[in-house]
């Protein structure tokens, strides 16, 4: 099982529509959970983070975590052209063990397409 | 914003050449940095995390001797891909943590490197 999963698209949303981005994870001990926007050939940009259960919301989007499912997902609402990008899920994962330190593990990404 | 400058932004050279890549935070310490690799159409690979002042711990499968990590100081890691090879071309991107917010982990990327070998 991948540590970090994501549907790789593409998810066609017409403009003005709701775009909704689903991720699971498998570390049960995960706490940090990140969403990032990735443009063709460009480096990721960070959306949205979110630690605790529930519904964490920043303008058009919303970030959404039940860890007791080990699931967390994206909603952006009014969904524009300008969104069309790859959106990266990345979780926080814990060390194992005394030299082994946190890091964040990405998932392959969803591609979204938003049509006019 | 947290700003991590990265360069050079894309290198051309020709095999058995080595490069250097620098990862620099501008406005914050970064006590931890990351090197990925991105192949087209993939995701972020984590292929090492640095810590200032100690050895960088490589992930399984990441060679030690060809990918040298150097992190001499709060603000700035070097990746060495040494005697690199067409295998090796690909979008490496840094990426750092602020010191002053260890707990919030948000990952700060810098603008990638391209990278060609001929």
């Known amino acids: 099982q991948k540590e970090v999963e994501q549907n790789s698209g593409p998810l066609s949303v017409p403009e003005g529509a709701i775009a909704s981005l689903n991720c699971t994870y498998s570390d049960r001990g995960s706490q940090s959970f990140f969403w990032y926007r990735q443009y063709s050939g460009k480096s990721p940009e960070l959306i949205m983070f979110i630690y605790s259960n529930g519904d964490k919301e920043d303008g058009r989007f919303t970030a959404q975590l039940n860890k007791a499912s080990q699931y967390v997902s994206l909603l952006i609402r009014d969904s524009q052209p300008s969104d069309s990008a790859t959106y990266l899920c990345?979780?926080?994962?814990?060390?194992?063990?005394?030299?082994?330190?946190?890091?964040?593990?990405f998932g392959s990404g969803t591609r979204l397409s938003i049509r006019p | 914003g947290a700003v991590v400058s990265q360069h050079p932004s894309w290198v051309i050279c020709k095999s058995g050449t080595s490069v250097k890549i620098e990862c620099r935070s501008l406005?914050?310490?970064?006590?931890?940095m990351f090197w990925y690799r991105q192949f087209p159409k993939q995701s972020l690979m984590l292929m090492a995390t640095?810590?200032?002042?100690?050895?960088?711990?490589?992930e399984q499968g990441v060679e030690k001797d060809k990918f040298l990590i150097n992190h001499a100081s709060l603000t700035l890691s070097t990746l060495t891909v040494t005697s690199a090879h067409p295998e090796d071309s690909s979008f490496y991107i840094c990426?750092?943590?602020?010191?002053?917010?260890?707990?919030?982990?948000?990952?700060?990327f810098g603008d990638g490197t391209r990278l060609s070998i001929l």
């Open positions: 990426s750092a943590t602020d010191r002053a917010a260890p707990d919030l982990w948000p990952q700060h």
């Open positions: 406005d914050f310490q970064a006590t931890t």
């Open positions: 990345a979780v926080n994962i814990l060390g194992r063990g005394y030299s082994s330190a946190s890091k964040i593990i």
């Open positions: 640095s810590n200032e002042g100690s050895k960088a711990t490589y």
